[in-house]
């Protein structure tokens, strides 16, 4: 387990590192950004659109692009059991760097409008300028038999521009 867990320390640790920085030589550009977020988040027995509001900084430093987007948003599967599932979202996510790696956490108020669960979800996986595809776990915080959410998450996101800020 220790093992793992520095494992984990390290990749993580590595998106920060650069080989060939030498800080006269390199630009540094800062975009920011009023954007619509798409997505599809996929469980074991459903799917999930999401569709919400963020606000995406990107920095490029020489080669290496590096975002960060915080965002409120909504999944919604009108399909499981049926029966519609609507999850309001709030979270945050960063991406690029050198090992084009996306890390990120939601938290989701899923109901069907009977029952709700409240869900923290940690995201791992790749990531891009405005797009990124992730691992998710959805860990329960309240109401851990609710139907139709799985731990298990894959997400794939894209970002499009809605408004340029200076």
Known sequence: ??????????????????????KDSLSVKTNREFV???????????????????????????????SATYFVSTELNAFTENKCVIGPKV????????????IGANVIYYTDF???TLKFRPEIGVGIRRARIVYGYNLSLINK??????NHVIGINYLIRVHKKN
């Open 36 to 66: 619509l977020l798409t997505g599809v988040n996929m469980q074991k027995d459903s799917w999930f659109a999401e569709v919400g509001i963020a606000n995406y900084i990107e920095k490029t430093t020489g080669y290496h692009p590096f």
């Open 114 to 116: 009977h029952n709700f």
């Open 145 to 150: 038999n609710f139907e139709g959410i799985s």
């Open 91 to 102: 979270g945050a996510w960063a991406s690029g760097g050198a090992g084009a790696i996306s």
């Open 1 to 22: 387990m220790k093992r793992k867990i520095l494992f984990l320390l390290l990749v993580l640790c590595s998106n920060f590192l650069f080989s060939q920085d030498r």
